[in-house]
């Protein structure tokens, strides 16, 4: 009796190590919020923390993504690319570029859970794992910065774009040259790999012309609804139900802990700006610098919770937007897709962790450094 309880109870701790190695960045979201409820007594100005629409464009784009993703469309779009290079060289900058384009599209988390296997299965296939480590931080430096240029690319931009009401062109035209110069960047980087003789199997899949078509459509419009064509209660109602329908278990694959680190962080930020003396102190600091306080957040915080944040405090969000871009390169916590990706090399490498964050940090920073600089000069 005792060892059953006690196997149970090793299970049941076991879970929960699991979960909370999963999802640290929502627990740590969770506690920074708890804590300042008990400077910040729960009232009804709560309500007024939570930005609804962003909740909403996230989820929907989520659930769509996560469709799109069970009938393999992204890994089959994938595949035919690389099928078409034959080195190690052209095939690293076709994962890199994929998934700079995807994060563009589908956002960089998910572009990230999708593109990571694909480079995976690449390199492990043709036995050039020792490409490893640097494919998955240029992809992952491609997500973070090719989701820049649009406002549903990274979940920072959303939240930003939501609540400044910034205008499409606009918002284009502040992100656009830092965009040139990420994507010349990580080009210059992936040209130095030794191109070697390089061949794929393919992998027989086909998609139901149907679902497909139905999919791209739902897709189509979670991106009206973050351009603000289309309500977003449209959405809530329309994709769900269709999902209900024809693939159940996308919604439950939904990155519901994301969606809660969004919630954590907006009490976490609302409370922050309601207590006096942080007020001050984060006013004064984004009124002497925006741009490198947001981008010192995010080597701290993290960008989105450095964006919610410190847009309680500024009404400068070209800064702000460039910064919590930008920031999301630089330590392994600047950025959860930062975290995505190094959780998934060390499933594959677990013994090679430290070499991982020794080259993750000196092209990070390197990133970090240029990109800053040119931010500063294009003031």
Known sequence: MWRILWKEDDFLISRLLSFA???????????????????VPIDGQYLQYFDFKTLACLFCVLAVV????????????????????????????????????????????MALLTFLPLGYFVLHTTGKEKYMAFTFIMQNISANLGGMLTPFGNPQNLYLYSRFSIPNMEFLSIM?????????????????????????????????????????ALFALSIA???????????????????LVLDRKALKMVDYPLLL?????????????????VRNLLSGLLEWDTLLV???????????????????????YRELLLGVNIGGVGTLISSLASLITF?????????KS???????????FGFLIVLTLLCMILR
């Not at 090399?345 to 677990?350: D, I, Q, R, V």
């Not at 430290?354 to 990070?364: D, P, Q, T, V």
């Open 354 to 364: 430290g070499r991982y964050i020794l080259i993750f940090s000196l092209f990070n």
């Open 176 to 216: 656009l040259l830092p965009f040139l110069a990420a994507i010349t960047l990580i080009t210059v980087c992936c040209l130095f790999v030794k191109s070697e003789p390089l061949t794929v199997k393919p992998t027989k899949i086909h998609l139901g012309h149907f679902v497909t078509g139905v999919y791209l």
């Open 294 to 316: 947001s981008i010192a957040s995010c080597q701290v915080i993290s960008n989105v919770p450095s964006s919610i944040l410190l847009s309680q405090f500024t009404e400068n």
């Open 21 to 39: 190695k999963n999802n640290t960045v929502m627990l740590i979201a969770f506690f920074a919020a708890a804590i300042t409820c008990f400077f």
């Open 225 to 243: 609804i973050v351009f603000r064509g289309i309500p977003y209660w449209v959405g809530l109602i329309v994709i769900p139900g269709v999902l």
């Open 66 to 109: 996560c469709a799109l993703k069970n009938i393999n469309f992204f890994y089959l779009l994938a595949q035919k690319i690389v099928q078409l290079c034959r080195t190690t060289r052209v095939s690293i900058l076709a994962l890199v570029y994929i998934t700079f384009i995807g994060s563009m599209l589908i956002a960089n988390d």
């Open 343 to 351: 959780r998934e090399y060390t499933k594959h490498n677990p013994k």
């Open 261 to 277: 680190t969004f919630v954590f962080f907006f009490i976490f930020s609302g409370n922050m700006a309601r207590i006096d003396a």
